[in-house]
């Protein structure tokens, strides 16, 4: 069973699958060269100079699968427990599909917190579900009453790989508009996330989406969930879910 390789660090705002998979997203030669970002902040939010935005960063190169667990075992759902009454199945081929059956709110969550990761996963969108990777979350009944969101939408100019606050604020950070359209509908994504602090930052398919430091970061830790959105088709599938604890670095 392969491990995912490690995140190549990403540029100065926004930063999925096996070995392979990183190895020829992050690696030419042993050690790679970190792309450029660019990021679209809403108004409220102060954007970063030019050069500072597009500042490369050094990669600090590591051995592929270095410290990667997997998150989901692919047989069944341990490890995790749904909120709400949507339906969460494991079918052939090690796949975790959600299936909305109430048109409300549901959410896969790990039974474990976390605070500074890596998260690295393939996802598929049926239809015009909408979901997103929760993170430092926390639940009353089936409302999530903190924590952060990675979006996963497949339509365009839905922002997917941006991130969405749960305290009221709303967006925090979307990607630039050239990048609105990396995600692939009907297709398997690779979807790469990183919380390190109050700096979260993702990579869709291999191109830097966000890198953005929050100045309200809220709580430090929590759950990591998968959601399906309330309406829509509520229909995503997901897979080679593996996780890099940073909090012991």
Known sequence: MNQPAPLATAAATPSVSTANRFRQMFVAGGIALAALLSISVLPAQQQKSAAALNAPVPINPKTPGNDWIQLFNEKDLAGWSPVGAESWTVEGDGILHGKGLTKAYGYLQTNKNYKDFQ?????????????????????????????????????????????????????????????EGVVRKGEWNDYLVEVVGNRYRSRLNGVPMVDFTDPKPGAPDGTIALQLHAGGDGNMQFKDIWIRDLSKR
């Open 119 to 179: 998260l690295s996963l393939r996802f598929k969108c049926g239809g015009d579900g909408n979901s997103g990777v929760f993170f430092h979350t926390g639940f009353q009944g089936v409302d999530a009453t903190q924590g952060f969101q990675f979006e996963i939408d497949c339509s365009m100019m839905h922002h997917t790989a941006g991130v969405y606050a749960e305290d009221g604020r709303g967006w925090v950070v979307w990607p630039s508009p050239e990048n």
